[in-house]
């Protein structure tokens, strides 16, 4: 697929779908299907227009990237969204960036899709042009609740993460530099890779997850503080790698969260910790494999 920056882009007729894709789940795959070009924005446009509105983030821009790649998508046009494209009006957007920049015949966004300067762009407005055909897609509803970006944030942050897998269409992914492994951690007969948190992104609540690695390997992670040792480096993703012997000091590491297996807990003794770090082994195997 190819990714091009809006000042970069080649005339040619599109089909389009706008909008933020923040998890490009299944509700917006709905609104994607039919196009050849996806359009959206980086950074969020809340985090330009209203900072302290902006939500966390699911997933990065590479992320997204790929996701669409693997629905079928041939372009992603990014718009780098800063103060000056906030201040543009709908009738511009629509002009300047749907007709003029990228030669839309067919522009689709979801049923609450807002553009232009204070959001007075809406899907009427679109249908009103002439110009393209606007397909504007329902809302997607799945067990009577609506699939949005902010209903998988609260489950991914309140640990449910195997629903929110369900609605994203793909597991829930954290990626990031490998900042330290831990000796303790392979002492105890699991080698272990911490990753940081990364800022502006949502992270699963505390506990121990079942996971899988970019390369396929099945991870008993911890996300919290460690209650049984304390590292002073604050809140850590802590991968327990399962069958790995080497050294990933300094790689990216993927993490895809399958399933919460308990919540983030103090043990009395290391023996303790142990003979719960093998149940979550164990559980963390049988998830991976169903």
């Known amino acids: 697929?190819?990714?091009?920056?809006?000042?970069?882009?080649?005339?040619?007729?599109?089909r389009v779908a706008v909008g933020t894709f923040d998890g490009v789940h299944l509700g917006h795959r709905e609104v994607i299907g039919g196009a050849d070009t996806v359009l959206t924005f980086d950074p969020h446009p809340l985090a330009v227009v209203a900072p302290d509105?902006?939500?966390?983030?699911?997933?990065?821009?590479?992320?997204?990237?790929?996701?669409?790649?693997?629905?079928?998508?041939q372009e992603l046009v990014v718009i780098p969204f800063d103060k000056g494209f906030a201040t543009r009006t709908a009738q511009e957007f629509i002009d300047d960036v749907l007709v003029g920049k990228l030669g839309a015949t067919y522009v689709s966004v979801g049923e609450n899709f807002r553009f232009g300067h204070k959001a007075q762009g809406d899907t009427a407005m679109l249908a009103a042009d002439e110009r393209f055909e606007?397909?504007?897609?329902?809302?997607?509803?799945?067990?009577?609740?609506?699939?949005?970006?902010?209903?998988?944030?609260?489950l991914v942050l309140g640990g449910a993460v195997m629903y929110a897998d369900r609605l994203l269409g793909a597991p829930f992914m954290v990626q990031g530099e490998v900042v330290h492994g831990d000796k303790r951690g392979r002492e105890l007969g699991f080698p272990t890779a911490n990753l940081v948190p990364q800022a502006g992104y949502v992270t699963p609540g505390h506990g121990v997850y079942a996971c899988r690695t970019g390369d396929g390997q099945v991870a008993a992670v911890n996300v919290g503080v460690r209650p049984m040792f304390t590292t002073g480096r604050g809140e850590l993703i802590e991968a327990h790698l399962l069958d790995f012997d080497g050294d990933l000091y300094g790689?990216?590491?993927?993490?895809?969260f399958l399933k919460r297996l308990r919540g983030?807990?103090?043990?009395?003794?290391?023996?303790?910790?142990i003979e719960q770090m093998h149940l979550d082994v164990k559980q963390a195997r049988?998830?991976?494999?169903?």
């Open 286 to 290: 049988e998830a991976a494999a169903n």
């Open 264 to 273: 983030e807990k103090r043990f009395v003794t290391v023996d303790a910790l």
């Open 53 to 73: 509105a902006a939500p966390p983030l699911l997933m990065t821009l590479d992320r997204k990237a790929e996701l669409l790649e693997g629905i079928g998508v």
């Open 134 to 154: 606007t397909r504007v897609s329902p809302l997607l509803e799945i067990d009577g609740e609506v699939v949005s970006s902010s209903h998988i944030r609260g």
């Open 1 to 14: 697929m190819k990714i091009t920056w809006l000042p970069d882009v080649q005339p040619r007729a599109r």
């Open 251 to 256: 790689s990216e590491l993927r993490l895809e």
